[in-house]
């Protein structure tokens, strides 16, 4: 299976919300969401659970836990492969503004794709 394209959705202002969330993780979280974001790279739309998951509305999970903590990175596909929107901690479930918040990332990148990819 040929790799796939990882990019990270950009802001406005050309930050990205899963650098500031995951620099503000514990370093075994940060080594573990990038694992999982290799094996995405790797696997692509076969990704699947326990690693990944899909949501609602386009819009997949990457799963980390780390004691007894849920951390998760949602992402959805475009033509240029996988966007990561930004990451979390959950509780339960992902909460429904998370879910929001990734489909509106979707919408913004799929109208502006060079605006809304992070360069660093």
């Given at each position: 299976?040929?790799?796939?394209?990882?990019?990270?959705?950009?802001?406005?202002?050309?930050?990205?919300?899963?650098?500031?969330?995951?620099?503000?993780?514990?370093?075994?979280?940060?080594?573990?969401?990038?694992?999982?974001?290799?094996?995405?790279?790797?696997?692509?739309?076969?990704?699947?659970?326990?690693?990944?998951?899909?949501?609602?509305?386009?819009?997949?999970?990457?799963?980390?836990?780390?004691q007894s903590v849920?951390?998760?990175?949602?992402?959805?596909?475009?033509?240029?492969?996988?966007?990561?929107?930004?990451?979390?901690?959950?509780?339960?479930?992902?909460?429904?503004?998370?879910?929001?918040?990734?489909?509106?990332?979707?919408?913004?990148?799929?109208?502006?794709?060079?605006?809304?990819?992070?360069?660093?």
């Amino acid at each position: 299976m040929p790799e796939t394209t990882v990019v990270l959705f950009a802001e406005d202002d050309g930050s990205s919300a899963l650098l500031r969330w995951l620099d503000v993780q514990p370093e075994k979280v940060q080594d573990k969401c990038l694992v999982r974001i290799e094996r995405l790279r790797e696997w692509g739309h076969e990704l699947r659970r326990p690693e990944a998951d899909y949501l609602r509305d386009g819009i997949y999970e990457l799963r980390v836990r780390f004691q007894s903590v849920n951390y998760r990175v949602l992402y959805f596909f475009h033509s240029r492969g996988a966007v990561i929107s930004h990451g979390l901690t959950k509780e339960d479930k992902v909460p429904d503004k998370e879910v929001e918040r990734a489909i509106k990332n979707k919408e913004r990148f799929e109208a502006a794709p060079d605006r809304h990819t992070y360069k660093e």
